[in-house]
């Protein structure tokens, strides 16, 4: 199940990537970049 | 004195931080959050522990996933035109019986959230399919919000999947057994009770406008409601139920992954709709509550670290006797500001040691009640933002308004089982 | 604040930030994955859980297990540490055998990191220490984990929303299916964490262990702490040893086993195997849901202002005079698992189990842990000694 779940979290930072890159507001910007932290080191399984 | 420095001063700085952040700043709140926790922890000389910061964020992250696949599955299940088409079969056949049409919807709502144990799972899917229901005939918006938000907060307490209470029984080594009766007690009246007071007022008075009704019915009518459009939602519910109800039988494969494969199977509905674009939208409209939780994990991991934790613990079980139960039916919820499951770990515990002698399992409900509550507190307030998003409200903190009779009726019921657990247990059992 | 705008150039600047954080981050948690050092006593033979569970093999559960075979025969004692690698006083008094065991008569199988793979990391929102630092009599350092209660999530992830016991289909939350101690007696086709209390199993069941130690601690606020859990098996020893200590002046709460508490050694230990177990239980502020600031500090002392103002309130279930150090917890466990070697033989002369070497009760008290570790050879000076 654990790759299934890598792929999950893939999706979703692959996804809020697209929003931060779309996003106009530079503080919704910065919201979207502290949620790429635990979703960067669950998908390389570093944490 | 001595009890207050300096870990007092820490409370004040952080929460003073958050609240300069938040209103007068005018910062997202996830933001906010950050910052609040990164000057507790410089306050407390630990200068910016890093490794910290981020280990807070890692207690949401299944949450964050949970979020995200369910609001992917609500906005399939709108695109493709499920949503308005159920709506609108619902309003044609319940119309003219407003009472059981109000007791329904408000059982509707708790279902998902009794077998998920999760409230955005209930607002972001049954919670989202009553929404235009209620609206159409003549519940106003803030109300029908506040109606989702509450029904979404029983259906996470009452059995057979109460998170919080599973989480209080695995503090004192208690298993997960016998709860179902008084879960329903917790949770049952009030459901009841709500769906009096917010939602049966209103249908019950309704004259709309014939016509314009009729109309707009037909529209919601656009795409004819198949037993092939209601695929998702049976995926859903096969996922979800079969996973609850067959445990060790069916594959456990948890929440985001049966949102996502739910949300997957309107392909085979026939509708045409953009994947990409639906999920990123998706993905948008979660990111504040997404922002949130992350900010809340970290100030949670410094409030821990620099010993603010243990100060407020210690401070709510510092009241004496009387005051203890008016402790718990405020610190539980106030706590549940960072999330009904972190107060139910950090608080419901030590109360219901507090409480021992007491019948544990009905007190363990009854604490589970009064934590679920804290997913109406904002910042997080999960309950409240997303029955905000469902009905297209901007400003969460107007349905909340709307929500602070059931959740004061909610925590006295609470603390009225716990006074009356003896009695209670001698009934059930 | 006015709104910023947001560019494409902006969140690419966001993004390296994001990178930056991640590596530094990521450096600190890939440091708990060096494993401890330990330096067994002359006798010892180091094996790995995997020659009893094959299926562990090359797995991150396989954790070592020394065994040390006296001249004379006589029974089998197994010491287990680190069932929960955040309850410290555990692992550190299993080393304490390792490092300072002569086993003259019997066999002592010693496993001081059980579950290994809650070592590796810490859990969130807990805010813990990463390393414990203990000073040695000829003024070297060395340092020990400060780990989780669960397995780490990189090898059992997603958790579940509800764990099902195999064996009795009892209900719990999700995330106790990492929980070791709610895994047992384990099953041979089940997840990591389930196949290394299979192994366990093995182990107790091939080598004909007579009495099984769970090393624990327990949060001052819980009741069972300063306690031993004993299985019908092991009641009867148990009493002896628990007044054979009052008499030494440790204090020892004796608690049966519960019956319908499924998935602990102390239950399923003595179900399904031969063995006696025992679980030992010391307090812990540093676990607790009480505690104030949590640092190494805590750890290592104990003291703590909210559980001294706890203890005024009487909500504690330990004396609590404002500290609880590490050296009085392990001489707790030290003192209790002697008595028991020393009783056994009474108990069941052919059992007899003779080792020497352990300090005393007093002895860890006034000298303190680090005095009685071994220091390091050379090329093992412990690379990571900052906290």
């Known amino acids: ?47 | 004195m001595d009890w207050f420095w300096p870990e007092g001063f820490y409370t004040l700085v952080m929460v003073g931080v958050f609240v300069l952040g938040a209103f007068a700043l005018k910062l997202p709140i996830a933001v906010a959050m950050s910052l609040a926790a990164v000057s507790g922890a410089v306050v407390a000389g630990d200068g910016i522990p890093l490794r910290h910061l981020v280990e807070g964020t890692f207690g949401y992250l299944d949450t964050i996933l949970i979020i995200a696949s369910a609001m992917i599955f609500m906005k399939t299940v709108e695109r493709i035109g499920l949503l308005e088409a159920v709506a609108a079969r619902m309003i044609r056949r319940f119309r003219s019986f407003p009472l059981l049409l109000s007791l329904g919807i408000l059982l509707l709502i708790m279902v998902p959230g009794m077998i998920t144990g999760s409230s955005t799972a209930a607002v972001l899917t049954t919670g989202a399919l009553v929404a235009p229901v209620l609206i159409r005939l003549g519940v106003p918006v803030l109300k029908t919000a506040a109606a989702i938000a509450m029904g979404a907060i029983y259906g996470m307490i009452a059995p057979p999947i109460n998170l919080p209470a599973m989480i209080i029984g695995g503090g004192i080594d208690m298993p997960y057994v016998g709860f179902a009766l008084p879960l329903l007690l917790c949770t049952l009246p009030l459901a009841v009770v709500t769906a009096l007071l917010l939602v049966y007022p209103d249908l019950r008075r309704f004259k709309g406008d014939e016509v314009a009704l009729e109309e707009q019915l037909r529209e919601m009518e656009r795409t004819p409601l198949t037993p092939r459009l209601f695929l998702p939602i049976l995926v859903l519910v096969v996922l979800l139920g079969g996973e609850t109800f067959l445990p060790g039988v069916w594959p456990a494969l948890g929440m985001p992954l049966d949102f996502l494969l739910a949300a997957l199977s309107a392909f085979l509905t026939g509708r045409r709709w953009n994947l990409l674009e639906t999920a990123t939208s998706a993905v948008e409209d979660t990111l504040p509550v997404m922002g949130i939780l992350m900010g809340v994990g970290m100030f949670i991991q410094v409030m821990t670290l620099i010993g603010v934790r243990g100060f407020v613990v210690v401070s709510a079980l510092a009241l004496p006797a009387w005051l203890l139960y008016v402790g718990i039916a405020t610190s539980l919820p106030l706590f549940g500001a960072v999330s009904a499951f972190g107060a139910a770990s950090v608080l419901g515990v030590p109360f219901v040691l507090a409480l021992l002698g007491k019948n544990e399992i009905i007190v363990a409900s009854a604490l589970s009640l009064i934590a679920g509550l804290g997913d109406l507190m904002p910042p997080t307030a999960l309950a409240g933002i997303f029955a905000a998003q469902v009905v297209g409200e901007e400003n969460y903190f107007r349905v909340l308004k709307h929500c602070v009779i059931p959740a004061v009726l909610t925590a006295a019921w609470g603390i009225a089982i716990i006074l009356g657990a003896s009695f209670v247990a001698g009934v059930l059992y | 604040m006015k709104i910023l705008r947001g560019t494409p150039v902006t969140a690419l600047v966001l993004l390296v930030l994001v990178g930056a954080v991640s590596f530094l981050a990521a450096r600190e948690f890939l440091a708990m994955r060096v494993p401890d050092v330990v330096v067994p006593a002359p006798g010892y033979e180091t094996h790995l859980l995997s020659e009893w569970e094959p299926s562990l093999k090359g797995t991150p559960a396989d954790t070592p297990v020394y065994i040390q075979a006296g001249s004379e025969p006589g029974g089998t004692v197994l010491v287990m540490g680190g069932t929960h690698p955040n309850e410290p006083s555990s692992s550190l008094t299993a080393v304490l055998f390792l490092e300072r065991a002569r086993v003259n008569r019997g066999r002592l199988v010693v496993i001081p990191f059980a579950n290994i793979m809650g070592f590796s990391h810490n859990d969130p929102q807990e805010a813990s220490p990463q390393r414990l630092h203990f000073t040695l009599a000829d003024g070297s350092v060395r340092t020990f984990k400060y780990g989780s209660r669960a397995t780490n999530p990189i090898h059992a992830w997603p958790a579940p929303d509800v764990y099902i016991h195999p064996q009795s289909g009892q209900e719990l939350s999700g995330k106790e299916k990492s929980n070791l101690n709610r895994a047992h007696p384990g099953t041979p086709d089940g997840d990591l964490t389930s196949r290394l209390a299979y192994g366990l199993r093995q182990l107790i069941v091939k080598e004909k262990i007579d009495l099984a130690f769970d090393l624990h601690e327990a949060s001052p606020e819980y009741p069972v702490v300063n306690a031993m859990v004993a299985h019908e098996r092991s009641m009867e020893l148990a009493a002896m040893v628990v007044m054979e200590l009052e008499g030494a002046g440790i204090p020892m709460r004796l608690e049966p086993s519960p019956k319908n508490l499924r998935g602990l050694t102390h239950r399923e230990w003595g179900d399904f195997t031969e063995t006696m177990p025992i679980l030992l239980e010391t307090a812990n502020p540093s676990q607790g849901r009480l505690r104030g600031r949590t640092d190494e500090d805590l750890v290592l002392t104990g003291r703590d202002k909210c559980y001294t103002k706890a203890a005024a309130l009487g909500r504690l279930f330990v004396p609590y005079d404002g500290s609880q150090s590490i050296e009085l917890r392990v001489a707790r466990h030290t003192a209790t698992v002697k008595t028991f070697l020393d009783m056994l033989g009474l108990f069941d002369e052919a059992k007899e189990v003779d080792v020497e070497g352990i300090p005393t009760y007093e002895e860890l008290l006034g000298q303190g842990y680090g005095a009685f570790l071994t220091p390091l050879p050379l090329k093992d000076a412990s690379p990571g000694s900052q906290g």
């Open chain 1, 1 to 47: 199940m654990t790759p299934i779940y890598r792929g999950i979290v893939a999706l979703v930072l692959f996804l809020m990537l697209r929003c931060m890159f779309r996003e106009k507001d530079f503080w919704k910007q910065v919201t979207g970049a502290l949620v790429l932290i635990p979703l960067v080191l669950r998908l390389l399984l570093l944490k």
